[in-house]
């Protein structure tokens, strides 16, 4: 967590419109909501194996919303089209 909190732009940013769950699909706009509010839009991810992290970063901080195995599908069911 200590390389996040010197490098808050490690990450790429989250794919999270290809979630399509239902309940993850509230849940991600539960944290897009949460992020605006605290002034910070940019949602990212960033894979420190085995572990994958989403997280809202700003300038000046950094806020993880999830830690999750990397086997694990993901915040939801994803089109694979």
């Known amino acids: 967590m200590d ?3 010197r490098h808050p732009r490690i990450g790429h940013r989250a794919e999270l419109d290809k979630v399509t769950a239902a309940a993850s699909v509230e849940w991600v706009r ?5 992020a605006t509010r605290l002034e910070m839009q940019e949602l990212l991810q960033f894979g420190l194996a ?4 989403l ?3 700003s300038t ?3 806020i993880l919303l999830s830690i999750r195995h990397e086997k694990e599908l993901g ?3 994803y089109d694979r089209g």
Request: hydrophobic content about 50%; overall charge negative.
């Open 75 to 77: 915040y939801g069911t």
């Open 60 to 62: 000046t901080r950094v």
């Open 30 to 34: 539960d944290v897009e909501h949460l």
């Open 50 to 53: 085995p572990c994958v992290i």
């Open 3 to 5: 390389l996040l909190a």
């Open 55 to 57: 997280y809202a970063a």
